[in-house]
């Protein structure tokens, strides 16, 4: 895959998300029946933006890289209000386009890879063993901006299945002291140390 595929099939997967996202938290909050107010600040003028009773549309996105010698990244933030498209930036390492975009690993169960932290030597060809990616978050916020959305970068463990399928490992579901890590929303168990 070149480099321009694999920033196309970022923009893609990040427009997905944006969508669903805004889709999930309409139903979630059952905004067909009862739409949140416009926001009290609204610094674009796209209407649609600040209109919580329908779904806006989600242009595709368009994605620059660059590359960094710092630690790579993706930098992300849309707004519906401006009308714009969504606009990706991706930091990436020297490596980025020959071990990340060249071998297809630029997405991964619909998340974009900004950099392949460590291997798993022990299949041929190697595959990624944790990755840093991005969490996309999309939501509706009566306060500032309605309807938006942004990325949140993390480190996450690849999972393989006997089959060979990807699935990335959040860090709240990592192992904690050798028993599962909590589940998202699940009570947590606090054990004291005797004094």
Not at 150 to 167: E, K, L, P, Y
Request: net charge neutral.
């Amino acid at each position: 895959m070149k480099v321009g595929q694999a920033r196309e099939l970022i923009g893609q997967a990040v427009t997905d998300a944006v969508r669903s996202g805004f889709a999930n938290w309409f139903k979630t909050m059952d905004y067909a029946t009862h739409p949140a107010p416009p926001p009290q600040f609204r610094a674009g003028r796209e209407r649609a933006g600040h209109d919580a009773s329908r779904v806006p549309e989600v242009p595709a996105a368009r994605v620059e890289s660059r590359i960094t010698d710092g630690e790579p990244g993706m930098f992300f933030t849309y707004k519906a209000e401006y009308g714009t498209e969504p606009l990706i930036q991706l930091s990436v390492s020297r490596t980025w386009a020959r071990q990340v975009a060249a071998t297809g690993w630029a997405v991964v169960e619909g998340l974009p890879v900004v950099d392949v932290l460590e291997w798993d030597h022990s299949v041929a060809p190697a595959r990624p063993a944790r990755v840093r990616t991005a969490l996309i978050y999309a939501d509706y916020d009566a306060g500032m901006h309605g309807w938006r959305a942004h990325a949140d970068n993390q480190t996450c463990r690849v999972a393989w299945s006997r089959q060979g399928s990807a699935s990335l490992v959040m860090p709240w579901d990592e192992p904690v002291g050798g028993r599962p890590g909590p589940r998202l929303g699940e009570p947590v168990t606090v054990e004291r140390a005797h004094q």
